[in-house]
C-alpha cells in the first residue's frame, strides 16, 4: 500500500511597533527617523520585517525497502516593525497615507518568506528515494538552506528595486 506524502507550511506573522512624537515645528520624515531604531548601511529606516523558517520532515521504508521523505512541516515566523504615532497630529493623513503603503512594502518581504517557506516544504516531498533513511537527512538539509539563500537575496533584491519602497508609495519629503 501506497502512503501519501503530506507538507504542511504554518505560519505566524507579528506586528511590533515603536511610538513616534512629532513636534509642531517638525516634519514627519524627521521625526520618524529621530524615532526609528531600525538601521541598515548606515541608513534609517522607519519599517522592517524579518522571517524566520523552522522545518522538520519524516522518513518511511516504502515495501522495496526504499526510504523516502514521507512528511514535512515548515514553520514561518515574520515579524513585521513598524511606527504608530504616539499623539494625533495635524500630520495625521500623511502619517496614515504613508503607513498603507510602507506596510504594503513590509508585506512584500514577508510574502517572500512564504514563497521560500513554500518552497522548502515542497522541495523535501520531490527528493528521490534512498536506500538508507539516514542518507537522506543531508540532502534535505542541504537544499533548505540552498532555498533559503536564494529567497534571503531575493529579499534584498525586492529592497534593491523599490528602493526600500520608495517606488511603492513609501517615501516622504522632509
Given at each position: 500500500m501506497s502512503q501519501t506524502a503530506?507538507?504542511?507550511v504554518i505560519e505566524n506573522l507579528e506586528y511590533q511597533y515603536y511610538e513616534v512624537n512629532v513636534a509642531a515645528n517638525q516634519s514627519l520624515r524627521s521625526a520618524l527617523n529621530q524615532?526609528?531604531?531600525?538601521?541598515q548601511d548606515g541608513k534609517t529606516h522607519h519599517g522592517y520585517t524579518k522571517w524566520y523558517i523552522h522545518w522538520r520532515f519524516h522518513w518511511n521504508n516504502n515495501p522495496s525497502g526504499q526510504c523516502r521523505i514521507v512528511?514535512?512541516?515548515?514553520?514561518?515566523?515574520?515579524?513585521?516593525?513598524?511606527?504608530?504615532?504616539?499623539s494625533p497630529l495635524a500630520q495625521r493623513k500623511q502619517f496614515d497615507r504613508y503607513m498603507i503603503a510602507l506596510r504594503e512594502h513590509e508585506l512584500g518581504h514577508y510574502?517572500?518568506?512564504q514563497e521560500a517557506a513554500k518552497a522548502i516544504d515542497e522541495q523535501f516531498l520531490s527528493l528521490p528515494?534512498?536506500?538508507?533513511?539516514?542518507?537522506?537527512?543531508?540532502?534535505?538539509?542541504?537544499?533548505?538552506?540552498?532555498?533559503?539563500?536564494k529567497y534571503k537575496h531575493a529579499d534584498k533584491e525586492y529592497d534593491a528595486k523599490t528602493i526600500h519602497g520608495k517606488t511603492q508609495g513609501a517615501w516622504l519629503e522632509d
Open positions: 503530506t507538507a504542511e524615532a526609528s531604531t531600525i538601521r512528511s514535512s512541516k515548515t514553520s514561518l515566523q515574520g515579524t513585521i516593525l513598524l511606527p504608530r504615532l504616539a510574502k517572500i518568506g528515494s534512498s536506500s538508507h533513511c539516514k542518507a537522506l537527512e543531508k540532502p534535505a538539509n542541504d537544499s533548505a538552506y540552498q532555498i533559503l539563500e
